[in-house]
């Protein structure tokens, strides 16, 4: 009788490792494969997508053209070249490439 519980002990002793291994190693795969797709994703100084130019404007003591772009409830507000400001009208929509709040490109 008493050897029987040791076997049964010994048996849920070792499900009981296999459990706590196996839960510890899909807690590493699944905390390296976010910590990759973190570190690969977009730069937050970075911003690619389809946007909506919502309105534009020029402030006179910097010298500088602003575009107000909009995608869902989030809003941003990049810096113009003057060529890209003449050229765009507004309401707007296209592609947005900007980096560090220049943008680059707006088709």
Excluded: W
């Amino acid at each position: 009788m008493k050897r029987d519980y040791l076997y049964i002990n010994k048996q849920v002793n070792s499900l009981g490792y296999f459990v706590l291994v196996l839960i510890l190693g899909l807690l590493v795969f699944f905390f390296f494969r976010n910590s990759r797709q973190f570190l690969s994703g977009i730069n937050p100084d970075q911003v690619e997508g389809f946007y909506l130019l919502t309105d534009k404007y020029y402030v006179g003591k910097e010298q500088t053209y602003y575009g107000v772009f909009q995608q869902g409830d989030k809003q941003m507000t990049g810096r113009l070249s003057a060529s890209l400001y003449l050229s765009l009208q507004v309401p707007q929509r296209g592609y947005l490439h900007m980096k560090e709040g220049q943008v680059i490109k707006f088709q």
